[in-house]
Nanobody, 126 residues
């Protein structure tokens, strides 16, 4: 089974930056879509960003993070990143990385993802 290990979470001040990493186990990492989701206290899990399999090379972002967050991948390291800039208190949440479909576009729907990381806490102070 694929395992996803997240790192990089922590406390940051509003306006600051943070980069999350998610290292994946398993084979053919570059052929899978990858995504980031988050869940704030008392709220439902929501889509943050997704990246297609490497042969397609497309990305997608939630409106709330567009222009501030960037998703990327390093296939040699089997790692997906989420660079978060100009952070706001409303970005506070547990962030999860997930592996999606083989040759996938990168869906906004959580049900499209087969494997999930353990989550990492991100807290943005005012």
């Amino acid at each position: 089974q694929v395992q996803l290990v997240e790192s990089g979470g922590g406390l940051v001040q509003a306006g600051g930056s943070l980069r999350l990493s998610c290292a994946a186990s398993g084979r053919t990492f570059s052929s899978y879509a990858m995504g980031w989701f988050r869940q704030a206290p008392g709220k439902e899990r929501e889509f943050v960003a997704a990246i297609s399999w490497s042969g397609l090379g497309s990305t997608d972002y939630a409106d709330s993070v567009k222009g501030r967050f960037t998703i990327s991948r390093d296939n040699a390291k089997s790692t997906v990143y989420l660079q978060m800039n100009s952070m706001k208190p409303e970005d506070t949440a547990v962030y999860y990385c997930a592996q999606g479909a083989y040759y996938g576009l990168g869906s906004r729907e959580s049900n499209s993802y087969n494997y999930w990381g353990q989550g990492t806490q991100v807290t943005v102070s005012s």
